[in-house]
């Protein structure tokens, strides 16, 4: 299936090219995602490296692999070449971010933990948000995995996120990929690793005062596996002098340069959508991308947004600053269109509902293309966080894709209905929840809509 042949246009603002012959299975939600992965890493038979935005120490596999560092020294016991890059900012929170202290390192230390580390750090509280995994990389075999889910307890949910009555859980989507678009995951990983902030800093590298050494870019392209052409798309910000030289903190004279593809390719596919756009997302907070889809209404696409019903604390800060008040509004006149629907999940609990949290970061278009990634609709993850994204043009796959995550929920097979008829069955679905919700009635599935002029006025997560 030639992408050249579809509708939604591929991007030439990026480092990568559409690679064609490439295999692809999304993983939807935590459980079956790091199965599939840490499956992954007990056969690689030369490396394992990843890439971790946020970390939970204790943060437990599934079928009892034990915990992130189980799995990893377990590979590295065995031979098999561990790489992990870390972010670090001494700004942001501590909470789930492994930004390599002397206490965690003499938790490694404590255990014998042989596998590599480099930090990687950004000024202020921007944040390398890249999450990926790559198996045996520049082997025939090799793997890819890009995604948003976080290395939390709360992550590792199972598919229709029934659990207890009050178990947090998040629902979430990673991509597995094979063939040529590998190599590129590839490519960005050596660029992370060899460029990696504080590789040189005794505390910047692990082992302790034994680094590795630098990486060699892949100087092929791995072999095709399957059918699916794939982009890889990232958020990579620089900073620069007004000279051109680079600039390693930020400056009030420094300007800002880099690739920004992600966010071209979200205006891109919105802006060719045909008939229907569907949307996770852990945030709707980038002006520009919501204009963007008030377009798209006003020329008949059906849109539907799916956020946490208790959004983002940044959001929610935001509502209470006069000055944003133009965004809010946009975002409120989405509901005009009786083809939007903004919509939250939530499962029963033993008094009222439970939330599901909303953190994936998916667009499906016209169930011919969808991206997956690690990127929030958001400006700082289009435009300043580290990010990585892969694009896909299969039919098939995001048609499947659509109907597994419409199955979970609205509990409903809507494998026999087109884009078209499915959304419209969603909408219903969301906008009877809500109103059972109000009598605090069972829901039938897990979505139910949100008023989108009130969103955000409520307290937010405390995720």
Not at 28 to 57: H, K, M, N, Y
Not at 86 to 115: I, N
């Amino acid at each position: 299936m030639p992408h050249r042949a579809k509708h939604v246009p591929a991007v030439e603002s990026g480092s990568y090219p559409v690679r064609e012959g490439c295999a692809v299975a999304p993983l939807v939600d935590g459980e079956p995602a790091f199965r599939r992965i840490c499956e992954a890493v007990e056969r690689a038979e030369q490396s394992a490296w990843i890439t971790v935005a946020f970390l939970e120490r204790e943060i437990q596999m599934p079928d009892g692999r034990g915990t992130f560092f189980d799995v990893l020294d377990g590979a590295a016991a065995r031979g098999v070449d561990v790489r992990v890059i870390f972010w670090r900012s001494e700004e942001a929170p501590s909470v789930a971010h492994w930004k390599g202290t002397a206490e965690q390192r003499r938790f490694l230390a404590d255990r014998g933990s042989r596998f590599a580390a480099r930090w990687d750090a950004f000024p202020g509280d921007v944040c390398h948000h890249q999450k990926s995994w790559l198996i045996d990389a520049g082997r025939a075999g090799e793997i890819a995995f890009v995604g948003g889910i976080n290395l939390e307890s709360a992550s590792v949910a199972a598919p229709g996120h029934q659990g207890g009555a009050t178990e947090a859980t998040i629902h979430d989507v990673y991509l597995e990929i094979r063939g040529p678009a590998a190599t590129d995951v590839h490519h960005n990983f050596v660029q992370r690793w060899n460029e990696a902030s504080d590789r040189t800093r005794e505390d910047g590298h692990w082992p302790q005062g034994d680094d590795v050494g630098d990486l060699a870019f892949p100087g092929r392209l791995s072999p095709p596996a399957g059918d699916t052409p794939v982009q890889i798309t990232r958020t990579v910000r620089e900073e620069t002098y007004l000279d051109g030289t680079p600039a390693p903190d930020a400056k009030p004279f420094a300007i800002q340069t880099g690739e920004f593809s992600i966010f071209d390719q979200y205006v891109a596919a919105i802006d060719s959508a045909q008939r229907t756009i569907y949307v996770e997302d852990q945030a709707i907070g980038a002006p520009k991308i919501v204009g963007h889809l008030k377009a798209a209404l006003s020329r008949g696409v059906q849109v539907i947004f799916v956020v946490p019903g208790r959004c983002h604390p940044a959001y929610h800060d935001a509502r209470k600053v006069p000055a944003t008040q133009p965004f809010f509004d946009l975002v409120a006149s989405l509901d005009e269109s009786p083809d939007f629907t903004l919509a939250a999940l939530a499962a029963p609990a033993a008094s009222g509902y439970r939330e599901i949290y909303v953190h994936a970061k998916i667009m499906l278009v016209d169930d011919a293309w969808a991206t997956i990634g690690s990127t929030n609709v958001a400006d700082r993850s289009f435009r300043s966080d580290t990010e990585l994204n892969a694009s896909i043009w299969h039919g098939d796959v995001v048609r499947s894709l659509r109907t597994e995550l419409f199955s979970e929920h609205l509990a409903e097979d809507t494998s026999g209905l087109d884009d078209t008829a499915a959304f419209a069955r969603f909408h219903r679905r969301a906008r009877s929840n809500a109103l059972r919700r109000l009598a605090e009635e069972p829901l039938e599935g897990l979505a139910f809509q949100l008023d989108a002029a009130l969103y955000g006025l409520g307290p937010p997560t405390t995720w």
